[in-house]
């Protein structure tokens, strides 16, 4: 399978950002996705995941301002981002795990694409 993140982006702080992540090759209706950031100089980190049902598991940092979703009609996750702040900037990746749940690990997503630069300028 191949993902392929986009809508990232420069913002002013305080704005929004949609990201999407679109499958190939495959579908992942029956599969969990994630969102995974990495700022310069950190390691990465989780934001976001979706189970097949459509149960949605933030990180703190993501609780109350970003809102995941999908469309598997579309093959498409996206990853509505509002309230942003200059720590969101990062480089934004999207995953597609070997289990149906979402979860944190990182180990249990084998798919991952190459992700979309957010900016966000104070």
């Known amino acids: 399978v191949q993902l392929q993140a986009s809508g990232g982006g420069l913002v002013q702080a305080g704005g929004s950002l949609r990201l999407s992540c679109a499958a190939s090759?495959?579908?992942?209706?029956?599969?969990?996705v994630g969102w995974f950031r990495q700022a310069p100089g950190t390691e990465r980190e989780f934001v976001a995941a979706?189970?097949?049902?459509?149960?949605?598991l933030y990180a703190d940092s993501a609780k109350g301002r970003f809102t995941i979703s999908r469309d598997n009609a579309k093959n498409t996750v996206y990853l509505q981002m509002n309230s942003l702040k200059p720590e969101d900037t990062a480089i934004y990746h999207c995953?597609?795990?070997?289990?149906?749940?979402?979860?944190?690990?990182?180990?249990?997503?084998?798919?991952w694409g190459q992700g979309t630069l957010v900016t966000v300028s104070s």
């Open positions: 090759g495959r579908t992942f209706s029956n599969s969990a």
């Open positions: 979706i189970s097949q049902s459509g149960r949605a």
């Open positions: 995953a597609v795990a070997n289990v149906a749940w979402a979860t944190t690990r990182e180990s249990a997503y084998n798919y």
